[in-house]
T-cell receptor, first 113, second 111 residues
Framework: EADIYQTPRYLVIGTGKKITLECSQT?????MYWYQQDPGMELHLIHYSYGVNSTEKGDLSSESTVSRIRTEHFPLTLESARPSHTSQYLC????????????FGQGTRLTVV | GENVEQHPSTLSVQEGDSAVIKCTYSDSASNYFPWYKQELGKGPQLIID?????GEKKDQRIAVTLNKTAKHFSLHITETQPEDSAVYFC??????????FGTGTRLLVSP
């Protein structure tokens, strides 16, 4: 079992609310990622980090922001949620060198009403 | 950058049959090719991976083959079982770069 955790698992929230999706890993991995997964299955990389104080935007433009103040923690924030943000959000982590397998969390299913 | 194409998008087989999912990649420098299985309500989990110095790798009923010249790799599942039903993703990575995923294949194994 991968030691990467996402909370909450499910979230229903009203339009305009600020939300933070939490992601923590206990494997000491330097690299962490956020993916948005649409109902058609495809995984879209929206943010990634190579270590503390490192954040980069991914391939899919997103109105969310991320921070990496601690190695184990990579939260994603939406300042003002909209129905278009409704999706499944997956967090992952991997080592910088050596094994390059990515470990995924269980995901957060976000619904904005 | 790397681009990974995956086919088919859906695959239905009878229990006991074999299933094959194919992926092609664009960057000849890519050297790591994992396969992930995503069950309903869960995050993707690695099931097998292969590096570019190997042509084939097997783990019980699953195997992956890699053709570097043609830049394609495939997942083979033999003696399929209903619990193999899931979404499968291939991916490719060059060195320390981020993983690039395929678009996914929904496999349905009917009893």
């Amino acid at each position: 079992e991968a030691d990467i955790y996402q909370t909450p698992r499910y979230l229903v929230i009203g339009t305009g609310k600020k939300i933070t999706l939490e992601c923590s890993q206990t494997m000491g991995h330097d690299k962490m990622y956020w993916y948005q997964q649409d109902p058609g299955m495809e995984l879209h990389l929206i943010h990634y980090s190579y270590g503390v104080n490192s954040t980069e935007k991914g391939d899919l433009s997103s109105e969310s922001t991320v921070s990496r103040i601690r190695t184990e923690h990579f939260p994603l924030t939406l300042e003002s949620a909209r129905p278009s943000h409704t999706s499944q959000y997956l967090c992952a982590s991997s080592e910088f060198g050596g094994r390059t397998e990515a470990f995924f969390g269980q995901g957060t299913r976000l619904t904005v009403v | 950058g790397e681009n990974v194409e995956q086919h088919p998008s859906t695959l239905s087989v009878q229990e006991g049959d074999s299933a094959v999912i194919k992926c092609t990649y664009s960057d000849s420098a890519s050297n790591y090719f994992p396969w992930y299985k995503q069950e309903l309500g869960k995050g993707p989990q690695l099931i097998i991976d292969i590096r570019s110095n190997v042509g084939e790798k097997k783990d019980q009923r699953i195997a992956v083959t890699l053709n570097k010249t043609a830049k394609h790799f495939s997942l083979h599942i033999t003696e399929t079982q209903p619990e193999d039903s899931a979404v499968y993703f291939c991916a490719a990575r060059e060195g320390f770069q981020k993983l690039v995923f395929g678009t996914g294949t929904r496999l349905l194994v009917s009893p």
